[in-house]
């Protein structure tokens, strides 16, 4: 009888007994509110995370819903980041709550100095949907990366969260799908990759992990087009970006003038192209020495595709896709010995160019909270301007991807703490009172990261003593623009420069760069366009302004259509086809009938005058 009554009471018991686990990934919010998706440190982090940009005002809440098996206690655990705790060890200014059916709960964000779990509550929570949001309190950049609700008490979550254990908790669906040609990254490089190959009648693929097309020339970042297009040995290249390259100068400007529509009706018109906006890279296969798969991941509900393809092309800027894959690449500045560049430092190092957060303020009469976190701005050393473009560069002396947030977020700093100062402090405040943040990118513009490195790597020599090359294609007309730390910022801020400077070594005329620069020596179906190509340091502040980006791209879709006509592989175009290319190169893959508008931000030839006899 006994034992009966025992079995009995373990049976009403056992409800209450059951532990019920739920991760949800922030990212996953049904509404994001004033919240932001914040996918550019994936590839560190594993995951997106929901970023609070309101530059000083508290942005409306993220929410959504959770179906919750069993009414009772939850405890809900954060996982997030006090991002100002590298400069400053006091609190920090990120501070959000997370409520429950209209309860709020501890304060998060504000403590810690590297990701992790932090109790935001203990909550009544019923049976049935139950209503979650993350309530920002600042407005100044506080970030929710995932919540873990459960109703075992002490139940932290693991400190590094592993791919294994967000999908046991939050399992993903896959879906196969296969083209001629995939390309990953849908900056302008990319666009014009994809939709050259698609006008040669391939399938192809474009992939951005962003919802927005173009890059660094979109409204997100907002750095305008640069270099001639429409020169050199083949002058129809450069056409196509006429066809959706804004007609508007400047950066920092407001976000109409980057024409963010112009750019997807463009890519909206090609019957060939299938567009997978936001959806990240995150795994490649392989087989032997090629790519065979790549693997995306949505950036909202974490599902994958995955692609495959017997041509792909890296698109991305940071070099990812051929990362992931093997592929060499350089990073960092190069010796003067090594390529005989007189351009280069005497020993190789690993300076970079540096990324930008850019930002412009607007009429409007408006306080702006005290923000000092480490920056330590006074009249001496602040900077006495209304906006900040391309100058405002930080983290030239770190690595650009494995440190891409802190960097990120030092320039985020430098902004709100300068512009504190102006407002609340500076002698000069009467100049501010009638002026408030209109825009802040949380979107950093990068400049330099990895390099991957092609059959021919691309030299100053090639371009100032104008080396021919039987496969010469696109042409680089920009100066060769080496940025560096801004002497009178370093002198301030010493290792810790927020603005850059630059000397400009324009070049004498076009210089037509080898197809040899654009695809992987030892992945072989792998082609590159944009910032990633083979080059050198130095021989990369002419070839990564846009426009000359543009027709590289051009001429990779060019190249992916000669080696699906003939069953061959990037190297066999240089090696078999060269002809067929220079006569796509000639024709080009835009439309005739578009006027050029790309006659803004372009440089003039130095003239070279000819040696007396």
């Not at 209209?102 to 909550?123: C, D, I, P």
């Not at 473009?389 to 030239?396: H, L, P, S």
């Not at 294609?473 to 630059?502: C, M, Q, Y």
């Not at 040899?516 to 990369?540: D, K």
Request: hydrophobic share 35%.
């Amino acid at each position: 009888m006994k034992r009966f009554f025992f079995l009995l009471l373990l049976c009403v018991l056992a409800p209450c007994m059951t532990a019920h686990r739920i991760l949800l990934e922030a990212e996953a919010f049904s509404s994001k509110g004033g919240w932001q998706i914040d996918q550019q440190f994936m590839d560190v982090m594993g995951s997106p995370y929901l970023i609070a940009h309101g530059m000083g005002h508290p942005v409306a809440d993220a929410e959504t819903a959770i179906n919750v098996q069993q009414a009772g206690s939850y405890y809900i655990y954060v996982r997030t980041y006090n991002w100002t705790s590298p400069w400053y060890e006091g609190e920090g200014p990120g501070k959000f709550a997370v409520c429950v059916n209209g309860k709020q709960g501890h304060t998060v964000g504000t403590t810690g100095t590297a990701w992790n779990w932090t109790l935001a509550g203990k909550y009544k929570m019923k049976e049935g949907y139950n209503k979650i949001s993350l309530c920002d309190l600042t407005g100044f950049d506080g970030r929710c990366d995932a919540l873990y609700i459960t109703n075992e008490e002490n139940e932290i979550p693991p400190l590094q969260i592993s791919e294994e254990w967000r999908r046991q908790l939050n399992p993903v669906r896959s879906e196969c799908r296969h083209f001629d040609f995939i390309v990953i990254g849908g900056g302008i490089g990319g666009m014009c990759a994809a939709v050259s190959a698609a006008r040669l009648g391939l399938k192809v693929a474009l992939v951005n992990d962003r919802p927005v097309w173009g890059g660094n020339n979109s409204s997100e970042i907002r750095v305008h087009l640069g270099g001639h297009v429409k020169i050199g040995r083949y002058p129809r290249l450069g056409q196509m970006l006429c066809e959706f390259g804004p007609s508007h100068k400047g950066n920092a400007q407001p976000a109409a003038n980057y024409e963010d529509g112009k750019k997807d009706s463009f890519l909206l018109a090609e019957k060939n192209l299938t567009l997978l906006p936001n959806y990240r890279a995150v795994r490649v296969e392989k087989q032997g020495d090629r790519i065979s798969e790549v693997i995306i991941r949505h950036v909202e509900d974490g599902n994958q595709l995955i692609l495959s393809a017997p041509l792909f092309a890296d698109c991305t800027g940071d070099a990812a896709i051929g990362w992931l894959a093997g592929a060499d690449f350089c990073m960092g500045r190069e010796g003067k010995a090594e390529f005989n560049e007189s351009f280069a430092p005497d020993v190789a190092d690993t300076l970079v160019m540096g990324a930008s957060v850019q930002w412009y303020s607007m009429e409007g009469k408006e306080k702006f909270p005290e923000f000092d976190y480490g920056m330590g701005f006074n009249d001496t050393n602040c900077e006495q301007v209304t906006m900040g473009e391309w100058t405002w560069e930080t983290g030239m002396n770190k690595n650009q991807i494995l440190q891409a947030e802190q960097i990120r977020d030092y320039g985020l700093m430098a902004v709100y703490a300068n512009w504190s100062w102006l407002k609340n402090h500076s002698s000069n405040r009467a100049r501010y009172v009638s002026r408030k943040l209109g825009w802040v990118a949380y979107l950093a513009g990068k400049r330099e990261s990895r390099r991957l490195m092609g059959d021919y790597i691309l030299k100053e020599d090639d371009i100032l003593k104008n080396v021919f090359h039987e496969d010469a294609s696109f042409a680089t007309t920009w100066s060769i623009d080496l940025h560096f730390p801004d002497s009178a910022n370093h002198v301030s801020f010493p290792g810790r420069e927020f603005k850059s400077s630059t000397i400009h070594r324009r070049l004498s005329g076009p210089y037509d760069v080898p197809y040899r620069c654009l695809y992987s020596r030892n992945v072989n179906n792998l082609f590159m366009a944009g910032r990633n190509i083979s080059v050198t340091h130095v021989a990369l502040g002419t070839t990564r302004v846009m426009r000359t980006i543009a027709m590289m791209g051009e001429v990779v879709g060019m190249a992916a259509s000669l080696c699906h006509q003939h069953d061959a592989l990037p190297r066999d175009v240089y090696q078999k086809y060269l002809l067929e290319l220079k006569a796509l190169m000639q024709k080009g893959t835009g439309r005739a009938d578009v006027p050029n508008n790309q006659n803004y931000n372009r440089q003039s030839f130095v003239k070279v005058s000819k040696a007396k006899r």
